[in-house]
């Protein structure tokens, strides 16, 4: 018995080494093969077109610091869609819309987003060919690098100049030239951009409240039509725009109102 346990005990002394060994190689062999798969698995990033460079970070000479620059930033998102809705096409439908709701007397039936998204919708109609004329002259040539950021700028914005010079009146133009202090201008490239833009708008509102006048007119006269029909039943008591409401939807309905509408106003801009 006691020689068996000598000979366990020196074979476990023999074995002991290389049961070490193997324990040591498979510890270091999952690992560098984890790491190989992991090098070799690992994706290269795609690399992007390089974007082109717009420096807003210096006014003259002085360098602008970065709190400033990103108060500029966020000042300008927040104007640019009112801007541009104001120098675009959006101001005259969505006036002629809210009018129109008026006259058919049906409160807010269609409701407001339901007018502001037709409006919006055909502006982007009216709009487009400026749209498309400005992104072929401005910015894609910019985007190319074949033209500097102030001759983009030109460019860009001397399609929608020209599409507000054409609905803009004489009388307005030169209402905002005698307040500014300018005279009468050589060609409309002279005009500044500002005076083409307030012009524009006080343009633009003229024009819709005269389409909205003749749209107003069928109605009223239904108006007084029903009123002069119970007036003389002695039905005094009861609302005319009650009674006037249902043939005024049924007048516009039947002449096919909205498309009457929405055709007419897209025609009634001038072409740049």
């Not at 003259?60 to 709190?67: R, T």
């Not at 007119?217 to 009674?243: E, K, R, T, Y």
Request: glycine share 6%; net charge neutral.
């Amino acid at each position: 018995m006691r020689r068996f346990l000598s000979s366990l005990l020196a074979l476990w002394l023999l074995c002991a080494p290389m049961l070490a060994l193997a324990q040591a190689n498979a510890n270091t062999a999952p690992t560098a093969t984890t790491t190989g798969v992991a090098a070799a698995a690992k994706p290269t990033a795609p690399s992007l077109p390089a974007l082109p460079k717009v420096t807003v970070g210096q006014v003259g000479d002085k360098a602008v610091s970065l709190p400033l620059q990103t108060l500029l930033l966020m000042t300008a998102i927040t104007l640019i869609p009112s801007a541009l809705l104001v120098m675009t096409a959006f101001t005259r439908i969505i006036i002629v819309l809210g009018l129109l709701r008026q006259a058919l007397g049906t409160g807010q039936t269609p409701s407001n987003q339901v007018l502001v998204g037709l409006a919006l919708f055909l502006t982007m109609l009216v709009m487009l060919p400026v749209g498309q004329k400005a992104w072929a002259q401005g910015m894609a040539p910019y985007l190319d690098g074949q033209i500097d950021f102030a001759t983009a700028w030109q460019m860009t914005t001397a399609p929608l100049r020209g599409f507000m010079l054409a609905q803009v009146r004489d009388t307005d133009l030169m209402t905002f030239a005698g307040l500014a202090g300018h005279g009468a201008y050589a060609s409309p490239a002279d005009v500044p951009f500002p005076i083409v833009v307030a012009s524009f708008i006080t343009s633009e509102l003229k024009t819709a409240f005269e389409i909205g006048f003749l749209v107003f007119i069928p109605f009223v006269i239904i108006d007084l039509v029903v009123a002069s029909v119970l007036m003389s039943m002695g039905m005094m008591m009861l609302s005319p725009m009650l009674v006037s409401a249902p043939f005024k939807i049924l007048l516009f309905v039947l002449v096919d109102g909205w498309v009457l509408i929405v055709g007419s106003l897209a025609a009634s801009f001038n072409a740049a």
